[in-house]
């Protein structure tokens, strides 16, 4: 029942402007008519003169509504293709989010792992800093989540305050008096919330991201259904 009515608003939607013209074509033929039988100027008016006036009214009135139903149904169209483009932008972007999240997690809890067992010694911190630097997060697209948006600033600000303190001890252990002192001397407390941060900012991040790709899914599939 609900379909039908739905199908019935469609076919009203679509014909409405036709229907429009039909009845302001009609009410001007009346008023032309009047017009032109009762009003003083038309006295030696000529039939044929009349019904060209009145064919020529109706024509423009169906051309003025043809014209602004053409408009209507390009708008229509571009805003899909706009609506089309910003899923396609989002679907990537939140793609690409999911792995950086998880890359984020398996970072920190490895990194927090291998200072707890005092197993990061001073000649792997370079890889341990390597990684980290390397690790490139596209910036959000404007149409982003906002959450998901908040949530990559805030990894990006853990992420180069995790840097600055790897690099700080980088500089500390060149010095090669300091070599046989214990990482977790000059790294240790300041490190561990912001790899604690990372963690947790890449699962938040990869669980919001994992939604919405779902959400774009579940939309997608539900468009043609729509339109029947």
């Known amino acids: 029942m609900q379909d039908r009515k739905k199908r ?3 076919v009203l939607e679509r014909y409405s402007n036709w ?3 039909i009845v302001i074509s009609g009410v001007a033929v009346i008023a032309f008519l009047v017009g032109g039988i009762y009003g ?4 030696n008016l000529s039939w044929e003169t009349l019904l060209a006036g009145i064919f020529g009214l109706i024509g423009g009135t169906f051309a003025w509504f043809s014209a602004q139903s ?3 149904a ?3 169209q571009r805003d899909k293709d706009i609506a089309r483009e910003k899923n396609s932008t989002n679907f990537r972007y939140y793609t690409h989010i999911v792995e950086i999240g998880e890359l984020c997690r398996a970072f ?3 990194t927090l792992s291998s200072l707890n067992d005092q197993r990061l010694t001073p000649e792997r911190l370079l ?3 390597d990684a980290i630097r390397r690790l490139e997060i596209t910036d959000p697209p404007i149409t982003a989540d906002q959450d998901i948006t908040a949530c990559i600033i805030s990894i990006n600000i853990t992420r180069y305050k995790i840097i600055n303190l790897l690099n700080a001890a980088e500089r500390f252990y060149s010095d090669k008096k300091n070599i046989k002192r214990k990482l977790g001397e000059t790294l240790a407390p300041g490190i561990f919330e912001p790899l604690q941060d990372l963690s947790a900012y890449g699962k938040t991040v990869s669980e919001m991201a994992e939604l919405e790709l779902q959400r774009l899914n ?3 599939h539900a468009a043609p259904s729509k339109t029947n």
């Open 8 to 10: 019935g608003n469609q």
């Open 70 to 72: 053409q408009i209507k």
């Open 40 to 43: 003083k100027g038309f006295s």
């Open 108 to 110: 920190a809890q490895v």
């Open 218 to 220: 579940n939309d997608h």
């Open 19 to 21: 229907l429009n013209a």
């Open 74 to 76: 390009q708008k229509e």
């Open 127 to 129: 890889n341990v800093a």
